[in-house]
C-alpha cells in the first residue's frame, strides 16, 4: 500500500503540472468545434497516466486484501494463550475481507477496464487566429 501510495502522490505531481503549464495551451490549440468533441486532459490522461493509475489500484487491493489476511494469522501469534481474542479477530477480519471483496471491491471493479477510447498519436496543427 506504501508503493501505491507513492505511485499516487506522483500522479497528482504529473496532474498538476499539466494542469498548471501546459493544459490551457492545450485548449487554445484546438478549434473552437472542436472543444466540445475533444479533452486534451483525458487525451494526456491516457497517454502518460493511465497505465499508472492501475498499477497503483491493483496495489491498494492487493495491500489491503493482505492486510486483512494478515490481520486475521497475527491475531493467533499475538493472543496464542486466549482463543476467543484470537478467533474474535480473526472473524472481524473475514468480515472486513468479505464487505471488501463484494461490497466495495465489486462497486469499482470498471475501473480497471482500459477506456476504449482511440487516442491520436498524431499532434494537431496548432491555428492561431491572427490579430
Excluded at 98 to 110: A, C, D, N, T, V
Amino acid at each position: 500500500m506504501v508503493i501505491s501510495s507513492v505511485a499516487f502522490t506522483v500522479l497528482l505531481v504529473a496532474v498538476t503540472r499539466y494542469s498548471a503549464h501546459e493544459l490551457e495551451f492545450d485548449v487554445r490549440a484546438l478549434q473552437d468545434d472542436d472543444i466540445d468533441f475533444e479533452s486534451p486532459f483525458y487525451t494526456w490522461w491516457l497517454k502518460k497516466c493511465e497505465t499508472d493509475w492501475m498499477l497503483g489500484y491493483r496495489l491498494f487491493r492487493f495491500g489491503v486484501t493482505l492486510f486483512l489476511a494478515e490481520l486475521g494469522v497475527v491475531s493467533w501469534v499475538q493472543y496464542s494463550r486466549w482463543q476467543l481474542t484470537s478467533i474474535s479477530i480473526s472473524v472481524v477480519a473475514v468480515i472486513g475481507l468479505l464487505i471488501w471483496q463484494f461490497r466495495i471491491l465489486s462497486k469499482w471493479r470498471y475501473l480497471m477496464k482500459v477506456p476504449a477510447v482511440q487516442v491520436s498519436a498524431i499532434p494537431r496543427d496548432i491555428v492561431t487566429p491572427s490579430t
